[in-house]
Structure formats: C-alpha cells, structure tokens
C-alpha cells in the first residue's frame, strides 16, 4: 500500500474531486427538477452532452461557417450554450411535458428517455462516435506546482468554479424569497397557486434552469473529455446511482452525495484500479441494504 | 364448455399460418421469425413487470444478455461432450433468475422512479462483469454456438426444426405468462400496481410479490435470452448493453403496456424496422426516440392498447359506460 506514491494519489484525488463536481452539479439539477416537476429528467445526460458540443461548434465550426468574427470562446460558450439548452428545455417543457404531470411518472421519464435518445442519435449521424476535442481557454492553460503535485490551471478552475455553482444555487433554494417559494411549490403546489403565485411558469423556469445547470457543466467538461454523443449518458448513469444514495429530497444532500463519492472513486483506481467502474454501483447496493431510503433519505 | 379466453383463442388462430411459415421461405424468412418469438417473449415477460405490476425495469438486458451467455458458454464447452440443450436453457433461466434475485432485492427497496434508477445502474455492473469476465468473449462475445439435438433426438441446426422448437417455447411462454396475470397472484400484482397502500392495508407483503413478480419476469426474461443465443447462435455485448433494455421497453411501449398481446405486436415491429434500417446507425437511435416520444405524447396506451379502447368505446356507446385505464387517468402521487 505504501509504494503507491503522493503524487499518483494527489493526482487520481483531483480527478475523483472534479468527478465529484459534475456529479455534484448533476445531481443538483436532477434534484431541482423533480422536487418541482416530480419528474427524473433522463434527458440530463443528453442536455449536458449538446451543450459540451455547441461549445465545440462555436468554437470550431461557426467561425469556418460565417466568418473568424463569430468565433465563440470559452466564456462566451459559458454563458450561452446553458442559456440555449436550457431554453430549448423551456420548450420541450411547454410543449411536452406539461402534458404529462397529471399522469404516472413512468410517462414523463420515457418521455425524457426518448428526448435524450433523438439528441444523442442525431449527434451520432453528424459528428459520428470518436468525438471531438476541446482546448482549454488561453487564460487557463499551463499548471501550477504545488510542491507534492502538479496542478493544471483548468482543473483548479473547474473544481472552483463548479463548488461556487453548488454553493449559489444552494443559497438560491435555501436562503432566498425565490427559493422559499420554490420550496413551497415542492410542498404543495395547489396551496401556494391559491395565494396567487403562477405555478405553471415556475415550473416551467425551474425545468429551464435545471437544465442550463447541466448545460454548464457540460461546457466546463468539454475541455477534460472527449466531447461525444455518448459522454452525457456514461455520467448520467453514475448520477443516477448518486442520486439514488443521496436521495432527491435536498440540494446539499445532492452537491455532498456527488463529491464525496467522486473523491471515493478516485481512491479506488489508485488502490484497486479494476473495481473503479462499479465502486459507486457497489456503494449504492450497500446503501440499499443498510439505508433503504438513502443517505439523506425521506422519501416522497 | 368454457369459452377460451380472447388471448388464447388469438394465439390459437396465430398458429395456424405461424406453422406454415416454414413451408414458404422466400415470403419470411425463418430465422427472421424466431428472432421475432424471441423478442416478442421477452417483451411479455418484460410486460409482465411494467405492464401488470407498475414497476419500470432499466435493467432487463442483463437477464436477457447473461441468460443467452450462459447457455452459449455451455453449449461451446459441452455440447460436444453430451450436454442436452434443454439444461443449457435451464441453466440459463437459472442464471437470470439468479440475478433477478439480486437486483430485485435492491430495487424493491424504493419505488417509482428510484426503482428504475436502481435497476439501471445495478445492470450496469452486469455489463461491465461482461466486458472484465474472460468467458463472455468480451467485446468479441460468443460466436458460433451449437443448437444441440432437442431431448437427444431432433437436431436443432437445421432452422426449420429451430423454428418449431421456438414457437413452441415461445406459445408456452405466452401461455404461462396469461396463466400468471389471470392468476389470483395476478390480480394482487395489479392491485400494486393500482393502489400499493391499499394492498398493504388488506394484508398483502407487498415486497415479496413484488421480488416474486420481478424474479418471475426476469426467468422469462431468461428464457428469450438462451432462445435467442440458440437461434442467432451469437451472443453479444450488445444483448447486455442499455440499448437492449431501451429496445424491449419500446416494444412494450409500442404495443401497449399492460395488453396481452401488445409486446408481441410491438416485437414485430421493431425487429422489422432494425431489419431494414440497420445500416443507417445514428438515425435509428433518432427513429427509436421519436417514436418514445409520439407513444408518451398522443398514444399512451399502444397499437393494441388504443385498437381495446376503440371497441371499449364503441362498447360503451351502446352501454354507457364510462371508460378507464392507467393512460388517462391520474396517477396517484403521495404528498401531490
């Protein structure tokens, strides 16, 4: 055990810690959206996928398409491709799956199932399955040494950036007006309705935002990842088992849940590498075992 | 005499020209339809969790796929030294109710949506033991499994004796299957389905009918999958894979969740339509999910959900009676 070096453990602990981050932000949107819409939003995975690769396509293709002037850079593709995935999710909520609330939640997850497979096989047919690459931001190439390991620039970044994305929106939900209202909408929709708040529309602004946080992260991963049509539903299966642990009932439970058990499988491939694909499946059994209702678990 | 029930006697009227199919192979071909039976039991047994208990599988690929891996195995290590096919199918009805055991175990320990997640992300593990484990042939699969002579005497590699040897397996499933949803065990499936606390109310253990449900489902799971491993004498990743449990829930979708014959409808169908779209790759996917999509939005019930509908309908304009079914009325949501 001690042979393995501090450098090799420093270094697989950064990649679980920023594992950890996108199942955290993940996790958080599933959470948000089903605690409105009751709803699991399979197409997650798909949405963070598109927005990795309107990044890409801003970046490399629209300049050879209409001119060098329409290049978007990096902070640029931060800003508007959760803004465009997410109002593409406004509609599909206006005009999908809005229709489906007064039924069995089995619908609205086949519904999203089925979004999440036309978007990764229209991806398929245009940009094929090897994928793409992303190069980081001028701003954040190059590393830092911090004396026991070496640190690349865009990985500190994300692994901030994504922990103030968690902490706001948490802030958002827990300590805000808006948030009090949201979480009254979870509680009791009909209730909150009557003293005159338009529920349809935060429901549908809810969807929107869940999805552009899943658009966020999706641009922060595409320069770690090979962008290709199948990166968003690969994660979206561990979230799912994240989430199953965690539970969906709070937002902190979610951000804590998803890195924690980043962090955990980063410790697997330093200490038993072959296990390192399941270490959360397995978890997730022993949680079941033990904890049916999860790590946070009240559940609904 | 007792009248035969609806399914029964379509199935029975089904089997005249499905006899015959062998005797007209330039009309369908007959690997074709055995491939066919396949899918179309396991949809039945598919729907027998989704359709008749409410409980959403995103893992039946693994009973499918390790089933049709453990028969092949046998068959390629001892087929040659007497194994009769019959126990390689055994053991490989064994191996998913095996599985259906564990997953099942786990997942009946929430409901709704965290039961799907769960049985997602526990066939995940099954896939990848499937890639890791040396037997399975990993990326390359199996291929090249003998069909074996059924009890020692009809030899199987010949595809028309197969094709009697599937419909067969195949009617009996369908049988079994009508058998167990009109079964009192049955009908407290459907009431789990309909209205869980009250099946608990009334006294029913509700998690072991659930895991017997789910271990039932996954044997005929099983089932198809040694079938299948026989007749395309291939077994592959892929028949673990997400994409083999997406597939057998659209065919259930498409056919009409909960109807006795929609699975098999809905088989038909898409095995046809992987026939002939097969090299146009990304497109099916696209194909595939818009089809989810228009099912969800305009016809919930299915093909032969909404062809029940219409003569219910047509029914009750004679009778005034109201109509009522999962599809349009509202679910029942705790804390809604």
């Given at each position: 055990m001690f042979d393995i070096s501090m450098q090799a453990l420093a270094a697989q602990l950064l990649v679980g810690l920023i594992n950890g981050c996108f199942y955290a932000m993940l996790s958080m949107g599933l959470a948000i959206i089903f605690g409105l819409l009751n709803i699991?939003?399979?197409?997650?995975?798909?949405?963070?996928?598109?927005?990795?690769?309107?990044a890409w396509i801003g970046f490399a293709q629209l300049p050879l398409l209409l001119g060098p002037e329409f290049k978007v850079n990096f902070w640029a593709a931060l800003v508007l491709a959760p803004l465009l995935v997410g109002g593409l999710g406004i509609l599909l909520e206006k005009t999908l799956l809005k229709r489906l609330y007064h039924l069995d939640h089995l619908y609205g997850l086949l519904l999203t199932f089925g979004v999440a497979l036309v978007l990764e096989g229209a991806f398929r047919h245009f940009y094929g399955i090897s994928g793409v690459s992303y190069d980081p931001p001028a701003l954040l190439q190059g590393g830092v040494d911090l004396g026991f390991m070496f640190l690349p620039v865009y990985r500190g970044f994300v692994v901030v950036a994504s922990l103030l994305i968690c902490v706001v929106t948490w802030y958002l939900f827990e300590k805000t007006r808006l948030g009090a209202l949201l979480r009254a909408g979870t509680e009791n929709p009909k209730l909150l309705q009557a003293f005159g708040v338009n529920i349809p529309l935060m429901i549908t602004l809810t969807y929107g935002f869940g999805v552009a946080l899943a658009g966020i992260a999706g641009v922060m991963a595409a320069p770690l990842m090979q962008i290709n049509p199948l990166m968003g539903s690969n994660l979206?299966?561990?979230?799912?088992?994240?989430?199953?642990?965690?539970?969906?009932?709070?937002?902190?439970?979610?951000?804590?849940?998803?890195?924690?058990?980043?962090?955990?499988?980063?410790?697997?491939?330093?200490?038993?590498?072959?296990?390192?694909?399941?270490?959360?499946?397995?978890?997730?059994?022993?949680?079941?075992?033990?904890?049916?209702?999860?790590?946070?678990?009240?559940?609904? | 005499?007792?009248?035969?029930?609806?399914?029964?006697?379509?199935?029975?009227?089904?089997?005249?020209?499905?006899?015959?199919?062998?005797?007209?192979?330039?009309?369908?071909?007959?690997?074709?339809?055995?491939?066919?039976?396949?899918?179309?039991?396991?949809?039945?047994?598919?729907?027998?969790?989704?359709?008749?208990?409410?409980?959403?599988?995103?893992?039946?690929?693994?009973?499918?796929?390790?089933?049709?891996?453990?028969?092949?195995?046998?068959?390629?290590?001892?087929?040659?030294?007497?194994?009769?096919?019959?126990?390689?199918?055994?053991?490989?009805?064994?191996?998913?109710?095996?599985?259906?055991?564990?997953?099942?175990?786990?997942?009946?320990?929430?409901?709704?949506?965290?039961?799907?997640?769960?049985?997602?992300?526990?066939?995940?593990?099954?896939?990848?033991?499937?890639?890791?484990?040396?037997?399975?042939?990993?990326?390359d699969g199996m291929q090249g499994i003998p069909r074996g002579r059924l009890l020692g005497l009809i030899d199987l590699s010949n595809d028309n004796h197969m094709y009697y040897f599937t419909l067969a397996v195949f009617a009996l499933g369908f049988l079994a299957i009508h058998r167990i949803v009109h079964s009192p065990f049955g009908q407290v499936l459907k009431a789990l389905r309909d209205n869980a606390p009250r099946a608990v109310s009334l006294g029913y253990n509700t998690d072991r009918c659930k895991l017997y449900a789910f271990m039932l489902?996954?044997?005929?799971?099983?089932?198809?999958?040694?079938?299948?491993?026989?007749?395309?004498?291939?077994?592959?990743?892929?028949?673990?894979?997400?994409?083999?449990?997406?597939?057998?829930?659209?065919?259930?979708?498409?056919?009409?969740?909960?109807?006795?014959?929609?699975?098999?409808?809905?088989?038909?169908?898409?095995?046809?339509?992987?026939?002939?779209?097969?090299?146009?790759?990304?497109?099916?996917?696209?194909?595939?999910?818009?089809?989810?999509?228009?099912?969800?939005?305009?016809?919930?019930r299915g093909m032969v959900g909404e062809w029940q509908a219409m003569l219910q309908r047509r029914h009750s304009k004679q009778h005034n009676a109201p109509i009522q079914d999962r599809a349009t009325t509202t679910a029942e949501t705790p804390g809604r």
């Open positions: 699991i939003n399979f197409a997650h995975g798909a949405q963070f996928m598109v927005a990795a690769f309107l979206l299966n561990i979230v799912f088992a994240v989430v199953v642990i965690g539970g969906l009932g709070s937002i902190l439970g979610a951000i804590a849940t998803g890195l924690a058990l980043g962090l955990l499988e980063g410790l697997t491939k330093v200490f038993y590498p072959e296990a390192s694909t399941v270490v959360v499946f397995v978890i997730m059994a022993l949680v079941l075992l033990l904890r049916p209702a999860g790590m946070f678990g009240k559940e609904k | 005499m007792k009248s035969i029930p609806t399914p029964v006697r379509i199935l029975l009227a089904l089997l005249v020209p499905a006899l015959l199919v062998p005797a007209f192979p330039e009309i369908v071909y007959p690997v074709f339809m055995m491939k066919v039976l396949c899918y179309a039991l396991f949809a039945l047994a598919f729907n027998l969790l989704i359709g008749f208990t409410g409980l959403v599988s995103f893992g039946h690929a693994a009973f499918f796929g390790w089933a049709g891996y453990t028969t092949g195995a046998l068959m390629i290590r001892f087929s040659a030294h007497g194994l009769p096919v019959e126990l390689a199918i055994l053991a490989g009805i064994a191996t998913a109710t095996a599985i259906g055991w564990l997953i099942g175990t786990l997942a009946i320990r929430r409901t709704g949506i965290y039961f799907s997640m769960i049985t997602l992300a526990l066939s995940q593990i099954a896939y990848f033991l499937a890639v890791q484990i040396g037997w399975t042939g990993g990326e489902s996954a044997a005929l799971a099983g089932l198809a999958g040694s079938l299948k491993a026989l007749v395309l004498q291939l077994s592959a990743l892929n028949d673990v894979m997400l994409t083999t449990s997406t597939e057998v829930l659209l065919m259930t979708l498409l056919g009409g969740l909960g109807t006795s014959w929609g699975p098999v409808v809905g088989a038909a169908l898409v095995v046809s339509l992987q026939n002939y779209l097969a090299e146009l790759g990304g497109v099916v996917t696209i194909i595939i999910g818009l089809t989810f999509i228009v099912c969800v939005s305009f016809f919930r």
